[in-house]
């Protein structure tokens, strides 16, 4: 039985790997990447829907990172359907739910939950399956992942941080550049010749400010 999650009314099903030998077809891979692409792109709408949200409150900064954190689960979607257009295999359109919207401070206290949890628990059993069954694409891309959920949920920590103690986001950095090939997000103004995640040079990157 492949166990169900519920990430704020998205259900991932979780294939776990297998500890005997696999088939040519990755297929717990390919589901996982379609489960992926559903929850990544869920994603990005509930941080961009976050973002209008924040700035409705007069918190340009933190809305400028939520947007930032849109642009990169977008990436991270649209690199997942390409890996899974590499098997043959069509993305399901799916009909997301429309985010439940609170206040920023709730929002990013979600968003800390939801990447914590994906971080931790969802991209690292995807990138155990894909890498028991030999899909080396895939593997990178879930490792990838968990390597920019955990920034993402860093980001959110310090964002709220200032909310909730200073009252204001004056203090959180009101400019970000996202990595087109994996999505890492970068504070404009420390950025480095290239990712350190991926190596894309730095010119390439997507300004969210």
Known sequence: MIPLFQIHGLWVAVALPLLVACSSRPDRTIENLKNAVTSETGAAVRYRAFA????????????????????????????????????????????????????????????????????QTVFPIFEASAAAEGATEAEQLFRRATAVSVLHSEYCRNALDKLENEGSDWNVVNSWSVCPRCGCPYMTAKLRENCNICEEPASSFILCQ
């Open 52 to 119: 209008v949200q924040a700035e409705k409150e007069g918190f340009v900064n933190i809305s400028n990172l939520l947007e930032a954190i849109a642009r990169s689960e977008e990436i991270h979607a649209v690199r997942q359907r390409k890996a899974l257009s590499g098997y043959g295999e069509p993305v399901r359109e799916t009909n997301l739910p429309l985010p439940r919207i609170g206040s920023t401070r709730e929002n990013l206290k979600m968003s800390l939950r939801t990447e914590h949890f994906m971080s």
